[in-house]
């Protein structure tokens, strides 16, 4: 028996291993660089999103998703909490006066920046 074969009809080439031939699959994945957000996301399609986490894992596009997905989201959190400092007029100056407070509003606008993103982008 060959120890490698190919199949025109499908397009595979199948590799001998004890007395079967395997088809020899390869993913073309991407590094995983997500982090958080990306982390979010992929528990939200495990859990709500079953068939569309299998299709775009037995796709190989999976990890491809979820980085883009970190990247986006972690770009619009980070715009949101540029405009909500601007408008609620957190700045340096009341940095320097209460430094407490200033903490408190920053902390409260990143939290208030990502309910916002994580309803847009994560939980769709």
Same mark, same amino acid.
């Given at each position: ?14 590799? @001998? ?6 088809? /020899?699959?390869?993913?073309? +994945?991407?590094?995983? *660089?997500?982090? &958080? ?24 596009? @999976? ?6 997905? /970190?990247?986006?989201?972690? +770009?619009?959190?980070? *715009?949101?909490? &540029? ?42």
């Amino acid at each position: 028996m060959k120890k490698h074969i190919y199949d025109e009809s499908n397009g595979l080439s199948y590799t @001998l291993h004890g007395d079967y031939y395997l088809p /020899d699959l390869a993913m073309n +994945e991407e590094e995983p *660089t997500y982090g &958080k957000y990306g982390m979010l996301r992929k528990q939200f399609l495990k859990m709500h999103r079953p068939a569309r986490y299998q299709y775009l894992l037995m796709t190989g596009e @999976l990890t491809a998703h979820l980085n883009r997905v /970190d990247q986006e989201t972690r +770009e619009q959190v980070e *715009t949101l909490v &540029k405009q909500m400092v601007g408008k609620q007029g957190v700045n340096e100056n009341l940095k320097r006066q209460d430094q407490m407070r200033w903490v408190r509003m920053m902390n409260n606008i990143k939290v208030s920046a990502e309910e916002i993103v994580l309803k847009e982008i994560i939980y769709v």
